[in-house]
């Protein structure tokens, strides 16, 4: 199938009031899984190369397997770089990937303004729309106080004035990962329709897994068009592995197997909570 415009389904997905889903692959099996939930639930995918298949294969094969396993799909599909420095963003751009997200978070805000300004730049002149993050977003666990750590309002539009961004990934009371029985931060939705109405472009929550049904829905309602979820299937994944393996001595590749069918399922379920199932463009 060609590929889908990244900035096009942000805008369809923000026009019909529901979010896209963006997910993160590991191997040929979770590739595979999040392109076969794609097409059966008729819905339009982010298939993201994140921080932890970079160290282990490295963007360029990551990108050409995703393409390879995407391409021979049904599916309508972007390939994301998730949480690129400035080296991957520039490489991912060389290899053809079709939306990236610059990761300046950590930087001081005014170097932060100016390395994504300059990305965006680039961006764009490849017609390659630009994703940032303003705000700080902690592993589960860690002990915050979380004013520190919300998207200030007043940076997030100049942030988003001054660099061209496409869309903002903002933190309020977002975490990274997941620990079973650990009740995760009620989400600032307040705080979240401020900073839609300040900037004036779609918003993005990373560490989506975990977060209740409720708040993904008031999330969505407040602004939000691009849910970035990983721990959630991956949980799923394994599951599929340790309950084959709890069988005995089975092979790998059937293992597996039932790790794929079990993270399909759960792509899916989290395709039809965003509402993007059936939103797959014809």
């Known amino acids: 199938m060609p590929w889908t415009d990244p900035a096009k389904l942000i805008e369809d997905a923000r026009a019909g009031g529901y979010a896209i889903g963006a997910f993160n ?35 360029r094969k990551a990108f050409e397997m995703t393409k390879r396993v995407a391409e021979e799909s049904n599916a309508q599909f972007v390939i994301h770089l998730d949480h690129g420095p400035w ?11 079709n939306s990236i997200m610059y990761d300046g978070a950590h930087l001081p805000f005014e170097e932060n303004i100016k390395t994504t300004r300059r990305i ?4 764009h002149d490849f017609g390659i729309p630009v ?44 975490v990274h990962g997941v620990i079973p029985g650990l009740k995760p931060e009620p989400l600032a939705i307040e705080r979240t329709l401020e900073i839609r109405d300040a900037v004036g472009i779609p918003l993005v929550l990373h560490g989506a897994s975990g977060i209740p049904e409720n708040e993904v829905l008031a999330a969505c309602a407040a602004g939000v068009h691009k849910f970035n979820a990983d721990t959630d299937l991956r949980h ?5 592995i340790e309950a084959v393996w709890a069988k005995g001595d089975y ?6 197997a039932e790790g794929r069918t079990r993270m399909v399922a759960a792509t899916i379920e989290k395709m039809k909570l965003y509402g993007c199932a059936g939103k797959a463009p014809r």
């Open 25 to 59: 692959m590991h191997n040929v099996e979770t590739t595979e899984a999040l392109v076969w939930a794609a097409e059966q639930a008729e819905a339009p995918v982010f298939l993201q190369v994140g921080r932890a298949i970079v160290p282990h294969m490295g963007v």
């Open 120 to 123: 965006v730049e680039i961006a």
């Open 251 to 256: 092979q790998l590749e059937e293992a597996m």
């Open 236 to 240: 799923a994944f394994r599951a599929g």
């Open 131 to 174: 994703e940032a993050e303003l705000g700080k977003i902690p592993d589960v666990g860690e002990s915050v106080h979380w004013p520190d750590y919300y998207t200030d309002v007043g940076e997030a539009k100049r942030f988003v004035e001054e660099t061209g961004v496409d869309y903002l990934a903002i933190s309020v009371g977002i």
């Open 87 to 97: 080296d991957e963003c520039l490489e991912a751009i060389k290899l053809g990937f």
